[in-house]
């Protein structure tokens, strides 16, 4: 520690130069980490909101909610309880005074486990099937209580009476409505009654052509879902691998030059722990700083970035790339820390 | 009464052809309160010796003995102990660490030897003594080869070892700063009961020997 900190005095330039690399790399990481989140949000905040472990459908839409069919006899053959709900998902547009926008109408029956999931930010309680609430996100882009809307090919019109906050279903906002109108909404016919059956636990007798999916699995399967996280881990992945290696390069130089004052010491008795555990703290400095640094810069990103940028900074998550950024740190390190402990003193003094 | 003594010691480096025989069945002695000399033409085998007896490297074959303990003996980290403990090295060159202050340098020593090392009044005195007191806060970077050279004796005897073993120390130095570092040297053999070893080219540093070895061509012969 003595011998870095004393270093890093007197060589502020170099210093200063790896840790502004290091925290670009770390504040890349960071505000990838938040996309990645923010856009996995647009796909999971609904279903994570409802509180539900499970869902239930047809097994010939694959997973996907919003294509299954169930019919009112595969919906009365399903025992559901207070832990359960049967819900209706119709991916849809809403035609009011403003342009088109796209979004997913979740039909939901009164007093069911989603409906009671539900609150309200602004507004009051659909009193009727010709009421509907809606997500922050669509009175963002201008629906407003009060406002009509269509939605589908549902005949009538329906009230906008509340709002609840953002939630999204498979990149759209959500609109909350009565189940009854799902049917029409989709435009299939009468013997279909919903989409599935969603529910916080794993037991349930349902009909035999119904099929169970976790909660993972449901996200999994949503359309781009999976590929967008892989990319986004790819690239984190591959953003540490580059910090691992810049410090591994930097350590390296530095070391190098240093053998021959750090063989003076090692024939001068310090041991050679001293100088590994030096080297260690070299790199935490480093490091640690660089993430600080970052993690300002995220913050005053916070503070800037317009609310239509989907970032979701994460404490835990980033914690996480954090704890990351630090081992690799630690990694890169190892290549000098091995050069130290081989330091033959006798090679540098020589005669 | 310490003692370092190297009996029938042989190192050669390189094989077949290439090899070269630094040392050839060599004994030595350095015994505390003496000032001991050791002169030769260059690659004549001084500084091996000198690596030899600070344990840093060992001998091919032969013995270094501190008192009655056989150096080769020893582990990695007992090596490094008694290099720590005992030995005050002036080497040829890198001897100052170049990103800490003069003042520094011995805070160092301080971090891995917290105890047994020179008061601070004895450590002042010598400071003066070796003219090197006003230039604690500069680096290495900014002092001469003679400045340089006369901090890395102050650091050589900083841990108060009991050997010092000095490879070319004064050859920096102007004639009035060599006499100077010879006295110093001198008195620390005489009145610290220490084992002082030099290697040298310096021919004025013999009248201050108590005794003096010639190396010629890794054989030794004693003066
Ligand atoms: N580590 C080493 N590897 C190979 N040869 C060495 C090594 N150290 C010393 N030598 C050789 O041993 C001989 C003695 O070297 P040295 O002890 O440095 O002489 P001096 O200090 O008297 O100038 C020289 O020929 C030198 O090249
Ligand atoms: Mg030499």
Redesign the interface.
Known sequence: M??TL??M???KLRYGLIITVITLISYLIFILSALALGLAQQNTSAVNDWGVTHVSMTSDANGNLSQSLMTREEVLNTKTTEHSAIIGVAPTIVKSHKSPISATFIGTQKNDLIDKSIRLTKGTWPKNQYEVLISSELSQKGLNIGDKIKLGMLSHSVLVVGYVKKLEYNMSPVIYGDLNNWRPIKGVSDQFYASGIVRKDAKLTHATNLKNYTKAQLFNKMPGYSAQNKTFIFMIGFLLVISAVIVAIFLYILTIQKI??L??????????K?LVLNTLSETLIIMIVSVLISAILCGITVWLIPASVPMFFDIKLLSLAAIGLILTGIIGAIVPVRIITKID??S???? | MTSLKLIDVTKSFGIGESKVT?LDHINFEANSKELTLIVGPS?SGK??LL?IL?G??SPNSGQVLLDKTDLSHFSK?QA??????N?G?V??????????TVK?QF??VE???PEGNLSSDTFKKYLEYLGISKLLSK?PDQLSGGQTQRVAIA?ALYTNPQFILADEPTSALDSARVEEVAKLFKSIAENENKAVVIVTHDLRMREYADKIYEIVDGKISKK
């Open positions: 003595y011998l004393n270093e005095n007197k060589e021959p004052n063989a003076v010491l090692r024939a001068q008795g310090v041991p050679g001293y003193p006798i540098v003094i020589g005669g | 630094a690659g500084s091996t690596t600070g840093l490297q980290k490094d102990k008694f290099r720590l403990n030995i090295f080497l040829q060159s890198y001897n100052l660490v170049p990103y800490l520094k805070d160092l971090k891995v030897k680096y650091r």
